[in-house]
Nanobody
Framework: QVQLVESGGGLVQAGGSLRLSCAASTRTFSAYAMGWFRQGPGKERQFVAVISRSGGSTVYGNSVKGRFSISRDNAKKMVYLEMNSLKPDDTAVYYC???????????????WGQGTRVTISS
């Protein structure tokens, strides 16, 4: 069982930056790939980024490539999402999720946090 708690959301102007954090409660954090997803108003849940168990591999969604960066600290059981050059279209609730291997399909993730809201003003 994995419990996930996101933090760091808020209101930021377009062009600004924000860092999201996700704290995991599990004995075996390093056994899980960690993903970030988002769901904007009236939109479906969208893949943002995923990082492998060791942190050696990352995959990004096309809409955030070059602007967002995912990282993890296995000793602290934390995963982060550094978001730069933010746009109004990045407005969404951002969710942290865990699964046993890399993946971009939200339906494959069994563990989810409650989400943290990010609002980008124009």
């Amino acid at each position: 069982q994995v419990q996930l708690v996101e933090s760091g959301g808020g209101l930021v102007q377009a062009g600004g930056s924000l860092r999201l954090s996700c704290a995991a409660s599990t004995r075996t954090f390093s056994a899980y790939a960690m993903g970030w997803f988002r769901q904007g108003p009236g939109k479906e849940r969208q893949f943002v980024a995923v990082i492998s168990r060791s942190g050696g591999s990352t995959v990004y969604g096309n809409s955030v490539k070059g602007r967002f960066s995912i990282s993890r600290d296995n000793a602290k059981k934390m995963v982060y999402l550094e978001m730069n050059s933010l746009k109004p279209d990045d407005t969404a609730v951002y969710y942290c999720a865990a699964k046993s291997s890399l993946g971009v399909d939200a339906t494959e993730y069994p563990y989810w946090g409650q989400g943290t809201r990010v609002t980008i003003s124009s």
